[in-house]
């Protein structure tokens, strides 16, 4: 069931909360030993959470919004009890979580059920959640083939329908790409929406909290449970809350759609052409742009990563070099390295792009891309062929998300049927703290049967 109609259930009486969650365990317990998606599973707190929500049932008393609505969580959220590994071996001796990550206590007042934490890429730095600690985890829909990162486990979660919710984060890509990868929806907000208090980071200028689910008025209704400023996060908003869940039934009738050309075209493969003109085409009017140097937002955005990343980094590297994901310390080393000048100079690239854009968004609302420039990869795969061209591919995995992350833009990514026997994803992307564009876009999407999650 989609986490909407399970709440719809247990206010009619059609099912309870402890029935709702021990099915979920049950499905885990069934396809986690080959998906591998969890690194924990958080038995008896759901059954507690789950006896609370019908014990309020019981007594008559208002349901929150999300009551009984099983999700999990990237395994970088603090959970109480729980050690935050984020994803690598050398957090396993860390002292439990003393209390909840932000947006996981507002999901619990919210009446969600929190059944455990995800597997991902190491310290959140890669695409394929191939991680050698916990594991690689693999893609419902080809178990062969990788679920994306580095938010792999929350995507396969979903797709593989042990969740109809999961938290992830999303630095450069790794919300959209696991959801494209995986086949399903996920939220990457604006930079500052959402509290990241109880997280641990992995780039601080760039990193986003956000959530995946099977349909878009499931993620809607995840993510304004989530809203909110929060003092205790310095790069929070102070913006009220704002619901998008209400608007998603306004439709799109004079919506601007733009889909992006040049690079976008370039870096993709035939299925990701063939998904975005789709998309294209469900809006009437939609017309062709390019972004300006994308290249070079990019590039910033490589810099800016390796090199905060690498700072934060620095001392455990100094310390523990070996224990490190194979996959990324070199890259976390390197960082650690980059030069000041080339840092503050990606600082200034990424300040121009923002204002180049800011400005394509006087003209669009929407602008449509691909997520991915292929579908799903094998596990074990290094390189990517594209357009004739041998690539790295955990970089390039990234290439069509990277750019938008970079200016921290609400972007939505929606699975689209119809164009490849393996999913593929588009991007929805709008002007700062217009989430509800992006949401509505994706909602039109799913009404005209472009936009679907596999069952």
């Known amino acids: 069931m989609r986490a909407l109609e399970i709440v719809a259930a247990i206010r009619s009486g059609g099912a309870t909360a402890t029935s709702v969650v021990e099915a979920a ?45 099983p999700y999990a969580v990237k395994n970088l959220f603090d959970v109480e009890g729980l050690a935050t590994l984020a994803g690598s071996r050398l957090h396993e001796s860390r002292r439990p979580a003393t209390q909840d990550a932000m947006l996981v206590r507002r999901l619990r007042e919210a009446g969600a059920i929190l059944v455990g934490a995800l597997n991902m890429d190491a310290y959140a730095y890669g695409f394929t959640t191939e991680n050698t600690a916990y594991g690689p985890t693999r893609n419902p829909r ?3 083939r990788s679920a994306g990162g580095s938010s792999g486990g929350s995507g396969a979660a979903v797709a593989a329908g042990m969740v109809p919710l999961a938290l992830a984060s999303d630095t450069n890509g790794s919300i959209r790409v696991p959801a494209s990868l995986c086949g399903v929806f996920g939220l990457k907000p604006t930079y500052g929406r959402l ?37 205790t996060d310095p790069a929070s908003a102070q913006r009220p809350v704002e619901p998008v869940l209400q608007e998603l039934v306004r439709g799109v009738d004079g919506l601007r759609v733009a889909r992006l ?62 224990g490190f994901e194979p996959h990324n310390r070199d890259r976390f080393l390197a960082g650690a390295l980059t030069p000041g000048t080339w840092y503050v100079k990606a600082q200034k690239v990424r300040a121009w792009f923002a204002h180049r854009c800011s ?14 420039p292929v579908v799903a990869q094998p596990l074990g795969a290094e390189w990517l062929e594209l357009n004739g061209r041998s690539l ?11 750019p938008i992350s970079c200016i921290g833009l609400p972007v939505m990514t929606v699975p689209v049927a119809g164009v490849s026997a393996l999913p593929i994803g588009v991007q929805l992307i709008a002007a700062p703290w217009r989430e509800d564009l992006c949401l509505r876009a994706a909602a039109h999407l799913e009404r005209v049967g472009v936009a679907s999650c596999p069952a």
Request: charged content about 25%; some cysteine.
């Open 25 to 69: 365990l049950a499905r885990i317990e069934a396809h986690n030993g080959t998906i591998n998606a969890f690194t924990a599973v958080t038995v008896e707190r759901a059954r507690r959470e789950a006896a609370a929500i019908d014990a309020l049932k019981a007594q008559g008393k208002p349901l929150p919004p999300l009551a009984g609505v």
């Open 142 to 144: 080809d178990p062969a």
């Open 195 to 231: 509290s990241r208090t109880g997280s641990f980071p992995f780039v601080y200028s760039l990193d986003h909290l956000g959530a995946m689910g099977a349909t878009t008025d499931d993620v809607a209704a995840c993510y304004d449970a989530m809203q909110g400023p929060d003092a």
């Open 261 to 322: 050309g040049g690079y976008f075209d370039i870096n993709a493969g035939e299925e990701a052409r063939a998904a975005t003109r789709r998309v294209a085409n469900a809006f009437e009017g939609a017309r062709e742009v390019e972004l300006p140097e994308v290249e070079r937002a990019r590039a910033a955005a490589f810099v800016i990563t390796a090199a905060e990343g690498g700072t934060l980094h620095r001392k455990t590297l100094q310390q523990h070099y070996d």
């Open 359 to 372: 400005e394509i968004f006087e003209r669009f609302d929407v602008l449509i891309a691909p997520a991915t």
């Open 392 to 402: 790295p591919l955990r970089p390039s995995l990234g290439m069509l998300t990277q």
